[in-house]
């Protein structure tokens, strides 16, 4: 449950987009530009370079194999016109002598052999290849994401740009680094052709060239349609997957089936999937009826080829095995031909994937400058001074004028209506936000100015929405301190504190119990259980001299929640502590009780003093205190 969705004006990550909204391309962009087709290419050098530090040795393992197989099928067709002319005057010949023609045909098959081995080679180095880039693709992607601040993971625009980054752009780099190889090898084999085809006529160079461009422009412009449909409904990508997880996942089954919503949500993933699928199909067809028109260009140009070499060997101006020679080239060629254009136009749509994978990849996130480990003043604690928020798009300041004092030893109660700010000011004293206006200061020092992990190693937070990892026991205590995470006498004693330790004991492994029903004998815990849990993580941190609870025993009864926090209170009588809770009961054995109502704070000062005053405070718990009677 979101602590304070009625005012921060937070965007929502899941919200459903009904229908296509399509982003107006640029006048002109429907046609192909031939600026932006180019200008798309500045990806390739980042993937081939990303590519090459992957492996190096797989690398030069594919160029070297590209260049032989792009170098031998011309040497083929050449030793094919020897052994047909060879024929042709040992036929001539009396008593004509095969040697030579044996000859001939062991080197063609030489050659033909070695082209298959390097052909083997390379979708051998491929699939070595696609599995440690898509690895690291998404280690990139994952590596990233620990640096973004909150704000980004709260953000539908930002949500949109990962989704497109890990769909597509994890296989995108080798695919295009395969498609340069590709190139280059039909480079190479088109030069070969070339230079013998020359020999025939300049002009059977130029037709071989010059006949697939029609379909290799045709196939570049719906390659810029495919990506632009692709960007444009990355929303209702989104929604299918989100939707997936709530009608797969166990931590939803529960409402999904109570409330009979399975038939409904599988009819709207359905409804996503049947637009997505007429969009594809008009592109498909379109694509498909548009390249079948203009390869009939490249088809007409190589049989009238064909008739112009077959009428030069009728003519004798070349030999029986030159005609052989030639048709080989021509058509191996214009293969060649169709393959370099079509990969170009694969390079340039990989590109344009790629952009999404480095558009995120360059999400800028503000630097952190602060360098501090201590403050000058240790005496004087934490303060808030005029400090105000608002959620990036949100129209109202979350918080606006707040001005807290708490120091060491004391303990502070947040209350409010959900929506006032509590979590909101919690997230800012951890620095997950920064404040809009104002500042916060710890032992006399600017947040702002200290190192993050420093910060935060003084800091022990348990939030209501904490998590709740499906791995062992031990390691969901441990994660309250990554540095003693599988520390298993330190999870014992934050279990301990935490007044966990006695149903951990109970559990068929202990402190190494499976939690969740993700894994093979995973136990589930009850809600109370799992915020003791939650609870002792808190206490993992041993050098944390400020405590933070958010509501973090909202699923435990009264008695138990007084017990705890009781508890709670006597080991951190040294610490400053801030409590969020709705239970009157807790919230009176803070020091002092601040107030919150649409993030300003309305009230401050001890409970008998708020009491006393008989406002806003008085009322609430006096309610709240005839609900018991």
Not at 56 to 73: N, S, Y
Not at 281 to 287: F, K, V
Not at 316 to 342: D, E, H, P, W
Not at 441 to 450: C, E, H, P, Q
Request: aromatic residues 10%; hydrophobic residues 45%.
């Amino acid at each position: 449950m979101v602590a304070e969705p009625a005012r921060s004006g937070k965007p929502a990550p899941g919200r459903f987009v009904h229908r296509l909204t399509p982003v107006p391309a640029p006048a002109g962009e429907t046609r192909l530009n031939l600026r932006g087709f180019f200008g798309v290419f500045r990806y390739s050098r980042r993937a081939i370079e990303l590519v090459w530090s992957t492996s190096r040795a797989l690398t030069v393992a594919i160029a070297a194999l590209t260049v032989v197989a792009g170098a031998l099928p011309a040497a083929v067709a050449y030793v094919g016109s020897l052994i047909v002319d060879a024929v042709v005057a040992a036929m001539r010949a009396p008593g004509g002598d095969a040697t030579y023609v044996i000859q001939l045909v062991i080197l063609e098959g030489v050659l033909v052999a070695t082209i298959a081995a390097a052909q083997r080679g390379l979708s051998l180095c491929q699939s070595l290849l696609r599995a440690q880039l898509g690895q690291r693709v998404n280690v990139m992607i994952l590596e990233k994401a620990l640096t973004l601040e909150l704000q980004h993971f709260e953000d539908s625009e930002f949500y949109d740009k990962l989704t497109r980054a890990r769909r597509e752009a994890s296989s995108r780099p080798l695919s295009l680094v395969m498609r340069t190889f590709g190139l280059v090898q039909n480079g190479i084999s088109l030069v070969s052709y070339g230079t013998l085809l020359i020999h025939f006529s300049p002009w059977a160079v130029a037709v071989l060239l010059l006949a697939g461009l029609p379909a290799f422009v045709a196939e570049a412009k719906f390659s810029g349609d495919a990506f632009r449909l692709f960007r444009w409904r990355s929303p209702e990508t989104r929604m299918q997957m989100y939707l997936e997880t709530v009608l797969a996942r166990e931590d939803h089954a529960k409402e999904v089936k109570l409330y009979n919503l399975g038939s409904r949500l599988l009819q709207r993933y359905r409804d996503i999937f049947n637009r997505l699928y007429r969009e594809d199909r008009a592109l498909t067809i379109r694509r498909d009826v548009w390249g079948f028109g203009l390869g009939l260009i490249a088809t007409v140009a190589l049989y009238g080829a064909y008739a112009w070499i077959a009428l030069s060997t009728v003519r004798g101006l070349i030999t029986l095995g030159q005609m052989t020679m030639y048709l080989m080239l021509f058509r191996q060629g214009q293969a060649a031909v169709s393959a370099s254009l079509s990969a170009v136009g694969g390079m340039y749509e990989d590109n344009l994937y790629l952009s999404t994978l480095y558009e995120y990849l360059e999400t800028e996130v503000p630097p952190d400058t602060g360098v501090a480990t201590r403050g000058p003043h240790p005496e004087d604690g934490i303060r808030f001074e005029n400090v105000g928020f608002t959620y990036p798009g949100a129209s109202e300041p979350a918080l606006e004028n707040v001005t807290l004092h708490l120091k060491p030893g004391s303990s502070l109660a947040l209350v409010g209506e959900n929506g006032s700010g509590k979590t909101t000011l919690i997230k800012l004293l951890t620095r997950l936000y920064r404040p809009t206006t104002g500042r916060i200061l710890l032992d006399g020092l600017d947040l702002n100015a200290w190192d993050e992990r420093a910060l935060r190693e003084r800091i022990g937070v348990i939030f209501q929405d904490f998590t709740r990892y499906q791995m062992l026991v031990g390691e969901n205590v441990g994660a309250g301190d990554e540095a003693y995470f599988e520390d298993e006498q330190r999870w014992r004693e934050a279990a301990q504190k935490g007044q966990a330790s006695d149903f951990i004991e109970t559990l068929p492994a202990g402190y190494h119990t499976q939690l969740g029903k993700w894994f093979r004998e995973g136990r589930e815990l009850s809600g109370g259980q799992w915020q003791k849990i939650a609870l002792s993580r808190a206490f993992m941190r041993t050098r944390a001299d400020i405590l933070v609870l958010d509501e973090p025993t909202a699923a435990m009864d009264a008695q138990a929640e007084a017990e705890v926090f009781e508890h709670f209170r006597q080991l951190a009588r040294e610490r400053i502590t801030i409590l969020i809770s709705h239970r009157f009961s807790t919230v009176r054995m803070a020091d002092q009780i601040a107030v919150l109502d649409r993030g300003r704070v309305i009230e401050h000062g001890s409970h008998d003093e708020l009491m006393a005053a008989n406002g806003r405070y008085a009322h609430l718990f006096t309610l709240q205190a005839r609900g018991y009677r």
